[in-house]
């Protein structure tokens, strides 16, 4: 059962503003948050149920963070990554200001570097020099060096779009890069891309505008060679409010095709196809309604070889792919608004991805388990966060090769880390069913190729084939390994 916290007033969507409203300070006691699109706002009040986590069985986070902040902040987005080439896995911070109230007086984007013990320090390592509303930041190697980048999709006030570019100690805390469109927008999502595969990563926008003229084009920057066009090389012919943007080629003709999500006003979500790496400027196929739908992702879910379409609809939803044609199959019974964001993740390493979503109004952090090609429709695992919900990431963090979960929320604290559990060890037990048995061999023998977690493709363990207790899988574990056959786990 989920358990929900009640924000005070229901939210307000804001259809054709693409604007926060001015907003009246209340007592002292009241809480109003924004989105980071402007197009939701919320009157918070604390709730028994804040920081409650909920779980059915299966997923692989705990009850309670393993690491959180105390900054108050407006978290738009989050992305993990290596960004100064240590080995260790750190956390990128969007943050967005708005006309929340009690007023947000910082909203510089950030970067916590990992300390290299798998964990995050208590205050942030990097601190933009610029300090602009940013909606949606991404990570890549765009300029063809080495080191990874920062694109930040930025919001409110119609600022520029710009690129942090990476070095040996991390990215510069100045742009180096400022768009330039042919009209200034708010970019609400980016994604990263080789749409014409010349091997370098082209960068696409879901955008929007402001009152009186709300609606904006998608557009898309070129990438010659490590160097990103400012002015936009492509634009859809279409203007809409856009949310999420993401390629996949869902047609199988060899290129990768563009799905947008939009916010209602009669626009509908849809895919617009690439012909021999040429976007088209029109959708081919639609959804067919017209919704608020902040969220557009592609994944094989099923394991067909197609990969299908899930929609931040509200409820989210699922368009299995067959063959190239795009099938609603699945809703999440859950009575909720769009999600403010979601990832389609394998966090149980089962080798199918898994579903999670964050809710701007509530808080809450829903986990739809991937059981063997079926998304589960009611949620293995959730997590009322205090705050607004407003971003997420999935990423190894503390280095155990499970992957970890970040949450972002508008509000103190603003960050939340959740550590990925692996199953418990059991020496020999390579199905992790509990008994070590005749079905386990193959999966040892397999193990002894491996010289590491890193790239075991299995959910299970691999160090569950360390028999010897050694801490490495050799040829000395296979006596042991078949001496526990018939034993049970602990």
């Not at 393993?66 to 993990?80: A, F, G, H, T, Y």
């Not at 061999?441 to 890193?454: K, Q, R, T, W």
Request: hydrophobic share 35%.
């Amino acid at each position: 059962m989920s358990h929900l916290r009640r924000p005070s007033l229901f939210v307000v969507c804001l259809l054709v503003l693409g604007a926060a409203p001015v907003l009246e300070a209340g007592p002292p006691a009241l809480r109003i948050e924004v989105s980071p699109d402007g197009q939701q706002v919320v009157v918070l009040e604390p709730s028994p149920t804040d920081s409650l986590v909920t779980t059915r069985g299966g997923a692989p986070f705990g009850t309670t963070p393993d690491w959180q902040n105390n900054l108050r902040r407006q978290v738009s987005s989050l992305e993990i990554g290596d960004l100064n080439n240590d080995g260790w896995n750190d956390l990128a911070v969007g943050c967005y200001s708005s006309q929340s109230f009690p007023p947000y007086t910082d909203w510089e984007n950030l970067i916590y570097y990992n300390t290299g013990s798998g964990t995050l320090p208590a205050d942030p390592s990097w601190v933009s020099t610029d300090e602009v509303s940013t909606s949606d930041i991404k990570l890549g190697r765009l300029n063809a060096d080495a080191y990874l980048d920062i694109f930040a999709g930025n919001g409110a006030g119609l600022a520029k779009n710009v690129i942090y570019f990476g070095g040996p100690a991390g990215p510069s805390p100045t742009p180096g890069w400022i768009s330039n469109e042919p009209i200034n927008c708010w970019t609400n999502a980016v994604t990263l891309f080789d749409i014409d595969h010349d091997g370098d990563l082209d960068v696409f926008t879901g955008n929007q505008g402001v009152s009186p003229t709300p609606f904006r084009r998608i557009y898309g920057f070129r990438n010659d060679g490590g160097v990103v066009n400012p002015t936009p090389y492509w634009q859809s012919d279409d203007e809409s409010i856009t949310g999420g943007v993401d390629f996949a080629d869902y047609d199988g003709d060899g290129w990768e095709d563009l799905a947008v999500s939009k916010w209602t006003n009669g626009h509908q979500s849809g895919v617009y196809k690439s012909a021999g790496g040429t976007l088209q400027t029109l959708p081919v196929w639609t959804t067919g309604q017209s919704s608020t739908e902040r969220g557009a992702r592609w994944s094989d879910l099923d394991g067909n070889g197609w990969p299908d379409l899930v929609i931040g609809h509200g409820p989210p939803q699922a368009y299995y792919n067959t063959n190239g044609i795009l099938t609603l199959t699945w809703t999440a019974q859950t009575n909720s608004s769009a999600p403010q964001d979601m990832r389609l993740a394998d966090v149980d390493r089962d080798g199918d991805d898994d579903f999670v979503e964050i809710q701007f109004s509530t808080g809450m952090v829903r986990l739809h388990m991937n059981n063997g090609g079926a998304l589960e429709t009611v949620p293995s695992w959730t997590y009322d966060s205090p705050g607004a919900g407003s971003a997420l990431a999935v990423g190894d963090l503390n280095g155990d090769n499970f992957p970890d979960l970040a949450v972002g929320n508008s509000g103190q604290p603003c960050i939340f880390i959740f550590f990925g559990q692996g199953p418990a060890l059991c020496p020999g037990d390579m199905h992790c069913d509990g008994v070590v048995d005749f079905d386990d061999i193959d999966l040892f023998v397999e193990a002894l190729g491996y010289s590491g977690p890193a790239n075991w493709p299995h959910n299970c363990a691999w160090l569950n084939a360390d028999c010897d207790a050694s801490g490495a899988v050799t040829f000395d574990d296979i006596d042991p390994f078949v001496a526990r056959i018939g034993l049970s786990c602990p």
